[in-house]
């Protein structure tokens, strides 16, 4: 603001400011040299600017509490952008610069977790299941490698003479990983199919004597926080 | 830059390299940038809400998403800069619940002026550094958007086409403003002093 009222010719403001470059600085001394009017507008903001700085210099600070929490969370999350974690898109806020702006002009630094980062919609039970058919198939498919060599001699086809049993079985969601394999490997069964639209399973018993099995089935069935069911499947 | 003065550190690096160094999670960088930033974000807050709790709580949340998302940080305009938008956006977010809380439709800066603090009264502003004070009481008698342009211009210093990308309004309008904000707080600086001398 110029003494006067009117805007200066010059930028007095960022001049006293340090904000402006070199060869505007200069072009403002040289012209705050030849006019008065100007020369005057110069004092006036500088005593303005002075004045301004040491009031709110004076201005009370934030408690401690606000350095403790700052800290604290800080210290309960201190590895977020290196774990892999997407850290605030904070350089996103609204006309900063080469950075545009959000809806309605508000800083777009919306904190969303990433797409691999969301839960799964699936529930943990379906999960733990997923888990022990990945691990049954796994562990059918290294079975050939580990197994000590037979003699041609013993061999017995598989499915010839033997009877398989097929049960349905639907695992209570809150069944761990661990508890569903110890079930599986009780009744000496794999996960052959599943999960079916209600969350059923079908097991396969091979060449199990069925005396064994029912006692088994009845042993599965009294572990109800594992197995919500198991019935004889076709 | 001007306010570094009150709260100036011995560590030579500059406020961009510190976020740099916060950014491949350096604490002890962080710790030096927060004791440069944390009064001058409070009081930039404060330029809109006078409730010091819940400026406190702004603190807190800038500084800690200043530390999360350092590693962001592109350099394409100053730190304090970048400090100061994600002040401003979590400062307005504050308004905004705290309008909304209060079933106040429509909230803008320019609407809403600030959150009064209730406990404010002139005894407590009575006794604010006795120095300063008549700077102070022109300074609150400005709205929201004025003690803004000046604290920015001329209290952080930042060039204008910083100001003008932080407020996302034209470098023009941020002269302007600054012209008209000088114009007022001369005009209440004058009344005051009328004041005192009848």
């Known amino acids: 603001m110029s003494v006067s009222g009117r805007q200066p010719h010059v930028a007095i403001d960022e001049y006293v400011t340090g904000a402006l470059p070199p060869d505007e600085q200069r072009a403002v001394e040289a012209h705050i040299f030849e006019c008065d009017e100007c020369r005057a507008e110069l004092e006036a903001t500088r005593r303005l600017h002075a004045r301004l700085q040491a009031a709110l210099d004076d201005e009370p600070g934030p408690s401690e509490r606000v350095r403790r929490d700052v800290f604290a969370q800080i210290a309960a999350r201190p590895q977020a952008s290196s774990a892999g974690v997407p850290a605030p898109d904070v350089a996103n806020v609204a006309g900063a610069p080469g950075a545009p702006g959000g809806r309605d002009g508000e800083p777009t630094n919306v904190v969303r977790p990433s797409r691999w980062s969301r839960a799964p919609s699936l529930p943990r039970w379906a999960q733990l299941a997923a888990v022990v058919l990945i691990v049954v198939q796994a562990a059918l498919l290294i079975r050939p490698l580990t197994e000590p060599a037979v003699p041609p001699d013993q061999v017995v086809p598989r499915g010839v003479g033997q009877a398989a049993l097929h049960l349905r079985v639907v695992f209570n969601p809150a069944a761990t ?34 005396k064994a099995v029912a006692a088994a089935i009845a042993a599965a069935r009294a572990q109800q926080d594992v197995l919500q069911s198991v019935d004889a499947a076709p | ?9 011995s560590d030579p690096r500059t406020d961009a390299e510190l976020l740099a160094a916060s950014g491949a999670r350096s604490e002890a960088a962080f710790r030096v940038l927060y004791d440069r930033f944390e009064r001058r974000v409070f009081r930039y807050v404060s330029t809109f809400i006078r409730q010091p709790a819940l400026a406190e709580e702004v603190v807190i949340d800038t500084m800690t998403a200043v ?5 962001g940080f592109g350099g394409t305009s100053r730190a304090s800069t970048w400090i100061f938008g994600i002040a401003r956006h979590k400062a307005l977010d504050a308004v905004r619940k705290s309008a909304s809380a209060n079933r106040t439709a429509g909230v803008s800066l320019d609407a809403i002026e600030e959150i009064e603090d209730e406990a404010a009264t002139p005894a407590a502003d009575a006794e604010r550094v006795s120095g300063s004070r008549e700077m102070q009481r022109a300074l609150a008698q400005l709205s929201a958007d004025h003690r803004e342009i000046l604290r920015l211009a001329f209290y952080e210093e930042l060039p204008y086409d910083d100001i003008a990308a932080l407020l996302a309004i034209p470098q023009n309008t941020v002269k302007t403003r600054v012209f008209y904000a000088k114009q007022q707080l001369k005009r209440e600086l004058a009344r005051l002093g009328a004041e005192a001398s009848t």
């Not at chain 1, 996960?191 to 199990?208: H, K, N």
């Open chain 1, 177 to 210: 990983d661990a508890q569903i394999r110890d079930v599986l490997r009780t009744l000496g069964a794999r996960v052959v199919d599943g999960p079916s639209a209600s969350g059923a399973y079908r097991l396969e018993l091979q060449g199990a004597d069925p």
């Open chain 2, 1 to 9: 830059m001007a306010m570094n003065r009150a709260v100036e550190t």
């Open chain 2, 67 to 71: 530390w999360h998302g350092a590693a």
